[in-house]
């Protein structure tokens, strides 16, 4: 069965510190791949997606960059934090291909998340 | 792509059944209706998608009429553990999936 590993969980980082989040994706291949932030009581914001090794798609410009150095890799990073890039960050993953009557596109898998603060 | 609207929220009581109803009046041809549960601190996570008419599942039921201008997701004879919030997604597979703010459904005793 397919798993998807976020980290880390929680972390508080400084204003102008760098940061790096990590999501693998097992029990897939070729997995379309998502990036989404969620600040307090707010909807879930798309930020990056990918649908191949190094194929990435920026959905809002910011101070934030991703990467897929592998199938089922996708980081998230920084090189200089600010205050609005706290919130609750969640990678998730899902297949192109359509089973019947599903779109399996459109099923998303989540994980645990991470919750960043920036102080 | 179809934008959809839900109301912010919306209270029940223990074993009575739920209705949230969504509106995605400009729904094209290929796309899908999906919709979503996400407890605080957790990730969405999927309950249900359709195309036309209706689809159950163990957890859901979802009602799409003729036009597809609307979805309704039925949630029979909620438990406290029901609450959450709830989004519904409108796509084809090939655009991205944009969350919406949902609809927070508060279950009480």
């Known amino acids: 069965s397919q798993t998807i590993h976020q980290w880390p969980a929680t972390l508080v980082q400084p204003v102008g510190s760098p940061l790096s989040l990590e999501c693998t994706v097992e029990g897939t291949s070729n997995p379309n791949l998502y990036w989404y932030r969620q600040a307090a009581g707010r909807g879930l914001q798309l930020l990056f997606y990918s649908v191949g090794i190094g194929q990435i798609s920026s959905e809002v410009p910011q101070n934030l960059s991703a990467s897929r150095p592998q199938d089922r890799q996708f980081i998230l990073s920084s090189k200089k934090l600010l205050l609005s890039d706290s919130g609750f960050y969640l990678c998730?993953?899902?297949?192109?291909?359509?089973?019947?009557?599903?779109?399996?596109?459109?099923?998303?898998?989540f994980g645990a998340g991470s919750r960043l603060t920036v102080l | 792509l179809a934008k959809t609207t839900q109301p912010i929220s919306m209270d029940s009581y223990e074993g009575q059944e739920v209705n949230i109803t969504c509106s995605h009046n400009?729904?094209?041809?290929?796309?899908?209706i999906t919709w979503y549960q996400q407890f605080p601190s957790q990730g969405p996570r999927f309950i249900i998608q359709g195309y036309k008419t209706k689809v159950t599942n163990e957890v859901a039921s979802l009602f799409i009429p003729a036009d597809r201008k609307s979805s309704t997701l039925s949630l029979p004879r909620v438990s406290l553990s029901d609450t959450a919030v709830y989004y519904c997604?409108?796509?084809?597979?090939?655009?991205?999936?944009?969350f919406g703010k949902g609809t927070m459904l508060l279950v009480s005793p």
């Open positions: 998730a993953w899902s297949v192109l291909s359509s089973g019947t009557g599903v779109l399996l596109a459109n099923v998303l898998t």
């Open positions: 400009n729904i094209a041809t290929n796309d899908y």
């Open positions: 997604l409108v796509g084809d597979g090939y655009s991205t999936l944009t």
